[in-house]
């Protein structure tokens, strides 16, 4: 289990996803999704605990096992 700040984000509005509230999506590796129980929100800005803070598209980029991020 990790840790992440979230320090800039904006909503997604319309949101028309129909995932549970608490998963985590990726578009492409650019994007970072929440979807909470308002709708989506975007991920811009965030720092995993331990770690310096960054672009949510770094922070994609540099995963070396991206299918390890989608999770209810």
Do not use: W, Y
């Not at 608490?22 to 129980?37: F, N, P, W, Y």
Request: include cysteine; aromatic fraction near 6%.
């Amino acid at each position: 289990e990790t840790t992440v700040k979230i320090f800039r984000a904006h909503p997604i509005v319309p949101a028309t996803n129909d995932l549970p509230v608490g998963s985590i999506a990726m578009e492409g590796r650019d994007s970072l999704l929440v979807q909470t129980a308002q709708g989506l929100l975007a991920v811009e800005e965030l720092q995993v605990a331990g770690k310096r803070r960054m672009a949510a598209s770094d922070f994609l980029h540099g995963l070396q096992h991206p299918e390890q991020l989608f999770f209810c």
